[in-house]
């Protein structure tokens, strides 16, 4: 199945920002470079996860752009502004739109107000079929506008192979390690306890601390040409420092935000006694999901907050040997369907 070979160290052909947010108090800046010595075209999809109060159900609707970069070139734009194309913003300091001095890489739309979701980045040529230049990398930059909180976390880039295969369509992306590498097998992380004091915080003299825990998913597979919104359900095991464990069952449906309390029955963490965790997240099926864990800590006030956003470990199957949940059930593997140019 799937090798540890999808990661937020290496560029890409495929570039996942699982979580970008434009809510009115938080904004993202995406960044996003070209590491090759060639020009590169890339069609990049906004898919808002947010739910709609009507269905409750996320609203799984997508708008798509395009971007050319030249050798090297590093791009970035606020996500609630878009970037327009301004040939007067070239020169540093000449500015005439927020974060829009540098060459512009083709027009990018802003998001709907309340965003709340991904972006999607895929390799293309000229002619809009996908191609294998594992040249992306990126960077979003999550900032609270009422506190000045930020923090940061490294995209995910999906390396191509071979995209060209002829019994594939045009604008199906197999992640099978064929085409291209496949989905983790499993994603790990450390994290505090929820409800814990953070000693850091409370040597500062802020006694009364807590750290709440966030976590970001979207499936591996994803139907932006029909709009179908995919669900995996992956197993969340939690071990404390005395090998103390809890296990729950969590669907992933389109884009899911969640707190590490809603994970485990009402309670389940008051009692735990260690301040560190380790955390897996295995999929049922073979088609996976990909994340961002988040910890925000407040002080005793409650008035004053910070938060990180932390690359989860991707982990292949080579990784999981003997361990529990490592399989799952044998199904399809994961596919990113793009949108028709």
Not at 29 to 34: E, L
Not at 138 to 166: F, R
């Amino acid at each position: 199945m799937a090798r540890a070979d999808v990661s937020t160290e290496r560029p890409g052909s495929i570039l996942i920002f699982p979580k970008v947010i434009a809510d009115g108090t938080r904004d993202t800046i995406i960044q996003i470079t070209n590491t090759r010595t060639t020009i590169v075209h890339a069609r990049c999809f906004y898919i808002d996860g947010s739910i709609d109060p009507s269905t409750l159900q996320p609203r799984w609707q997508e708008s798509d752009f395009s971007i050319w970069l030249t050798k090297l070139q590093p791009t970035h734009w606020q996500v609630s502004q878009g970037r327009r194309v301004d040939s007067s913003d070239n020169s540093p300091g000449t500015a005439s739109f927020p974060l829009g001095a540098g060459l512009d890489p083709g027009a990018v739309p802003p998001v709907t107000a309340g965003f709340t979701g991904q972006l999607l980045c895929a390799e293309v040529d000229s002619s809009d079929k996908p191609i294998a230049y594992n040249s992306l990398k990126g960077e979003a930059t999550i900032q609270n506008s009422a506190s000045g909180d930020v923090s940061k976390y490294n995209a995910i880039g999906i390396q191509g192979i071979d995209p060209a295969d002829p019994a594939t369509p045009l604008n199906d992306l197999a992640l099978d390690n064929v085409e291209y590498n496949g989905c983790p097998a499993a994603l790990q992380f450390g994290l505090m306890t929820e409800g814990t004091a953070d000693p850091v915080v409370e040597t500062l003299g802020n006694a009364g601390s807590s750290v709440a825990n966030y976590l970001t998913m979207i499936p591996c597979t994803q139907d932006l040409e029909n709009m179908a919104a995919s669900t995996v359900p992956v197993y969340f095991d939690v071990w404390d420092e005395y090998e103390g464990h809890l296990s729950s069952l969590v669907n992933v449906t389109c884009w899911r935000q969640l707190s590490l309390a809603e994970t485990a029955p009402a309670g389940a963490f008051a009692g735990r006694v260690t301040t560190f965790l380790s955390a897996r997240i295995t999929p049922r099926t073979q088609v996976g999901v990909l994340g961002v864990a988040s910890s925000v800590v407040t002080d005793g006030t409650g008035l004053n907050s910070a938060s990180v956003d932390v690359s989860l470990n991707l982990l292949g199957n080579d990784d999981l040997t003997n361990l529990p949940n490592q399989v799952g059930t044998p199904g399809s593997v994961a596919v990113i369907r793009l949108a028709a140019p």
